[in-house]
């Protein structure tokens, strides 16, 4: 992203704010956006409004989470509505959330309450864990492509630096399954590390999704071991965001893939003080809107570095303990679990089926998550340059090409706006090369079919539209 140093100035001088205020609220507003383009989404009562298919949301067990909340809601109000035990989170979540761990992802060394801080969700775990970990200008590697929101969650507030591992110029490099390959993440990270060095930045950190997001797929465990020991020797704390780890469907087409394992089951070779891994309610529990995350560490004085500015995204003790109560009921979260698995598996096909009707390519050895990662790449390309897809690799691509490129997979972005259809550009998830888009697969039924309707109104008009 090209920032400029004097349009932070000038924001900073005309509001009255300060140098980084003004660097945000010019460069990270992303949910300035969305709060435009969601203003009316599709129900029932609104069926001309926006159908999104790019956010991370699953809509599938709302009217299950709805009946819980309503039949098991109870206030305290000695618990629940002074400050309780503080802000690092309600005793009772930390409990479950502890008891859960132990039985959904099988730790060598059982989960306890202690081990746990509770947050407002897993960004501001993200925020505060970068605020303990770096200091200003230092980083944390992730591999690409990534999450987006990693984008706002390190730099926002944090200052940490985000330190790419790309693997589509390593030797040998065939396609998206290498980004699970043990021997090719090493090199991966090796390089990564190394340009960061030659630009002065120091690499505290490496943050791993498992499963990955926005590919959907889980890590095989010698990845997890290979990566852990690149941070041993390197002393590189390891965070493992483990946040769609129950979300894992049965593909049936694809090869190679894996069950989830969490880094907590792993008998790796890291320092535990140095593994981390953090969980929450929106995905796995269909809640986005709970806000709700926890970071399990066994490492005491990053607890208490993270416990001194828990203040800043503390969640209510009311809304903790409606999580508390699903947990502590083993049989409704395992009920509620394998129905979610269930349904994310026939949502999946759903959309796969449509993908393959409309000839739309997307990466097909996925089992986790909510969402699929689709090629677009021959509609960023001109009927004068052939009909099929350059180079579009970012790295490879000339400034004038990547400009040109860049605008092209922006306007099927705006393409899809006008059919009132939202999905994720590839871009924003720093993706090696463009042309590729995330979509969620897990709206409601009604909201799925709609959407995939005015999906195909999207692939006729960029056909028609083809430059």
């Not at 699953?58 to 819980?68: D, G």
């Not at 203040?311 to 395992?334: C, F, K, R």
């Not at 996925?366 to 090629?375: E, R």
Request: glycine content about 8%; aromatic content about 10%.
């Amino acid at each position: 992203m090209q920032t400029s140093s004097q349009d932070i100035a000038a924001t900073a001088t005309e509001f009255g704010i300060s140098t980084r205020g003004a660097y945000n609220q010019l460069y990270m507003r992303g949910w300035s956006f969305f709060e435009q383009c969601l203003a009316t989404p599709w129900s029932p009562a609104t069926p001309d409004g926006v159908i999104n298919l790019g956010v991370a949301e699953n809509s599938l067990m709302h009217n299950q989470i709805v009946k819980f909340i309503k039949q098991n809601t109870q206030v305290d109000p000695i618990s629940q509505l002074t400050y309780g035990n503080g802000p690092r989170g309600s005793p009772r979540l930390q409990r479950a959330l502890a008891s859960f761990l132990n039985r959904k992802f099988s730790p060598l060394e059982p989960a306890k309450s202690d081990d746990i801080i509770v947050m407002a969700g897993v960004t501001p775990v993200i925020d505060a864990l970068t605020w303990a970990l770096c200091n200003e200008g230092e980083g944390i590697i992730i591999p690409q492509p990534y999450y987006t929101a990693f984008a706002t969650d390190i730099p926002g507030r944090a200052r940490g630096v985000i330190i790419p591992a790309t693997f589509q110029d390593i030797e040998g490099y065939k396609g998206f399954d290498d980004v699970f390959d043990a021997e090719m993440n090493v090199q991966a990270l090796e390089t990564a590390l190394s340009n960061a060095e030659s630009k002065g930045v120091k690499a505290k950190g490496l943050m791993l999704v498992n499963p990955h997001n926005p590919l959907g797929r889980c890590y095989p465990p010698e990845t997890i071991r290979a990566i852990a020991g690149f941070c041993q020797a390197h002393n590189l704390h390891l965070i493992s965001d483990e946040i769609y780890a129950q979300s894992i469907y049965n593909n049936p087409d694809a090869t190679d893939v894996v069950p989830f394992t969490s880094a907590l089951a792993l008998d790796l070779p890291i320092d535990t003080q140095k593994l981390h891994v953090a969980y929450g309610a929106s995905k796995d529990f269909c809640a986005n809107g709970l806000r709700l995350g926890m970071l399990h560490t066994r490492n005491r004085g990053l607890m208490g570095a993270m416990a001194s500015n828990a203040m800043l995204g503390w969640p209510p003790y009311l809304v903790q303990d409606i999580w508390a109560a699903m947990l502590e009921d083993t049989d409704y979260t395992d009920e509620f679990l394998g129905k979610n698995r269930e349904l994310l598996g026939e949502s999946y096909k759903v959309v796969t089926d449509f993908l393959r009707e409309q000839g739309v390519g997307y990466y097909g050895n996925s089992n986790a998550g909510m969402f699929l990662w689709i090629d677009l790449r021959r509609h960023l390309v001109g009927k004068k340059e052939g009909g099929q897809p350059p180079e579009l690799r970012v790295g490879k691509l000339s400034p004038g090409d990547l400009e040109r490129y860049l605008e092209r997979e922006q306007h099927i972005w705006k393409v899809l706006g006008e059919n009132k259809i939202l999905l994720a550009m590839g871009s924003v998830f720093a993706s090696e090369e463009l042309g590729w888009f995330r979509m969620t697969f897990s709206a409601s039924r009604p909201a799925l079919e709609i959407g995939l309707e005015r999906l195909k109104r999207v692939f006729d008009a960029l056909k028609r539209s083809q430059l």
